[in-house]
């Protein structure tokens, strides 16, 4: 099988990309990685080819010869899980564990299950704190936003509640904790500006995963990169870190 190609759109930005992205990291899934540049005209050849919806990620790789394509984040996960690790992504352990009992398959289940509910909902929270890392900004949150934290913060502690400090939302780390990713981030540049209060639980797994080594050298590429998207900058910039900061 040829190496598989992950086609992502720029670090700062792209929530989507990072979710893709962080799964096959996770899973120590040999992949090669493709950057565009999201809004720009050079992107367009490369997403007419490559990307059935012209968006990212999107994973190609040829087997026996024949040209496979996913696209969309949740069918790259089910995707990988099916074709490209020995892991469960569900629940972190070997395939053969993973169907051992019926706790597995319960957190089996819930993990499924919140992921779905973070692909398809939490409109308040995304249109309203895009993903930029880089940036401190400050909103002014909407009914709609907050109560997409107060359930974000319901899901991390009933995951959480009976597990160690430093603890993935399953123990393991799982593709929950993948598709939850961009949320820490955003927490990490408007929470604390913005006077949203956070539960100690919601802090405790946000530094857990800002300790994450791979999110850590997604957010060190995030912050090497130049280019603003006018489109994806939200509220009040306080401050910005990494490269552009440096140019100030």
Known sequence: MQKPLLIIGNKNYSSWSL?????LKAFNINFDEQLIELFHPSAIP?????????KVPVLVYAQDDEKVTVWDTLAIAIHANDYLT???LWTGLRKSDAETNTRNRINSAYCQSII??????FMGIRSEMPMNIRATAKIQPSNACLNDIARIETIFEDCLKERSKDSYLLGSFTAADAFFAPVILRLQTYADASDIVLKPTTKQYCETMLNNPHLQAW??????????????EAGEILSVVGVLADQK
Do not use: F, Q, Y
């Open 19 to 23: 979710r893709a992205w962080l799964l």
């Open 46 to 54: 490369i997403l007419n080819e490559r990307a059935p919806t012209g």
């Open 86 to 88: 020995e892991l469960d």
């Open 116 to 121: 779905a509910e973070m692909h398809s909902g």
């Open 219 to 232: 957010r060190e590429a995030a912050l090497e990169e130049t280019r603003v998207i006018k489109e994806d």
